[in-house]
């Protein structure tokens, strides 16, 4: 079984917003150990970590799986993110959520230079397998509770414009980073 990224991986090309793709369900991972699986999982975490992205799933490598990469760390776009190892996720469900509902902003590698201030759980509790094909029981609060709700949309055909309560809670990046300076000074 791997369990550690092989030097054989490579950069996957994302698809972009109107790809049909990006608006299937996903199929469960029957064979964790398949080896094409295994090398899917290799290639989502390179391409995570090329992008400096805090998320990635299947679907936006044109692969419809139950797989994403859970991967929150401080950059750019998310300063304050929290550090977390780069986790892959396979054939996840969300258990429960608590009640509490926050909007925060978000992008996708898939809608690229535009965000969107999407409401979220706050606090959630998943079931998911590991690359190894062990089953994880997690809870996750606040800032990575919102990425893995938006990586779990993109398993069910969801993006996170589908989210807005309004039209009017969607930004450029351009925009999106002047906020970002005018909360930090």
């Known amino acids: 079984m791997a369990t550690v990224m092989k030097t054989n991986s490579q950069l996957l090309q994302i698809a972009l917003l109107g790809n049909p793709v990006l608006r299937k369900k996903t199929k469960p991972v029957r064979d964790i150990n398949d080896q094409k699986i295994q090398q899917l999982i290799d290639d989502l975490l390179t391409t995570v970590m090329d992008v400096n992205g805090v998320g990635i799933s299947a679907p936006q490598v044109y692969q419809s799986y139950r797989i994403c990469i859970v991967a929150s760390h401080p950059n750019p776009r998310y300063p304050n993110a929290p550090l977390m190892k780069p986790t892959p996720v396979i054939n996840p469900i969300i258990v429960s959520h608590d009640e509490k509902i926050e909007k925060g902003w978000e992008g996708c590698l898939s ?68 906020l970002l300076e005018t909360k930090h000074n």
């Not at 969107?116 to 998911?128: A, D, F, M, N, Q």
């Not at 069910?156 to 989210?163: A, C, M, V, Y």
């Open 111 to 178: 809608i690229p230079g535009l965000r969107g201030l999407i409401p979220r759980y706050t606090k959630i509790h998943v079931e998911y397998s590991d690359r190894n094909g062990k089953r994880i029981k997690r809870t996750f609060s606040d800032f990575i509770a919102r990425i893995f709700q938006h990586e779990y949309d993109h398993l069910e055909g969801i993006l996170f414009t589908d989210r807005m309560e309004t039209n009017r809670d969607l930004i450029s990046e351009k925009e999106y980073f002047k």
